[in-house]
């Protein structure tokens, strides 16, 4: 039996910025992977665990998901060649553009090389 103690420990709750576009379409559940640097914050994350993202426009705005699965990858090359796209933000008129070097905007090439990256699969609490 699991006292209430450890499952704090076991069940995280973490908080994450998002700018408007990829947070609306979380909230309305056409995105279920979000796709981050594997940096040391990221590794901290379990399946089971809470993500609040908020919206960088505004703070009042948030959203609360549950983890489903994490997929980590050296680089978004190949996390791009392996996950759905359409889960992880793009549509389908924006799925023939898609690329991994979008994410450089986010992330250098150096950091994903330092720290890998990750798809975090969610579903809305």
């Known amino acids: ?5 450890e499952e704090r420990q076991i069940m995280k ?13 979380i909230k309305d559940g056409q ?3 979000e796709l981050r640097l594997y940096d040391d914050k990221r590794k901290d ?19 609360s998901v549950i983890v489903k699965n ?9 996390l791009y060649k392996n996950l759905p796209l359409l889960k992880c933000g793009y549509t ?4 023939h553009k898609a690329s991994p ?11 994903q090389r330092q720290y890998g990256v990750v798809g975090i699969e969610i579903m809305l609490k």
């Open 92 to 95: 389908e008129d924006s799925l």
């Open 31 to 33: 995105k279920t992977i």
């Open 70 to 78: 994490l997929f980590v990858f050296k680089t978004f090359d190949e």
């Open 101 to 111: 070097d979008d994410m450089e905007k986010y992330y250098s090439k150096e950091k």
């Open 13 to 25: 709750k973490h908080i994450m910025n998002l700018t408007p576009v990829p947070f609306k379409k």
């Open 45 to 63: 994350i379990s399946i089971g665990d809470t993500i609040v993202f908020i919206n960088t426009d505004n703070k009042n705005d948030t959203v």
């Open 1 to 5: 039996m699991i006292d209430l103690a």
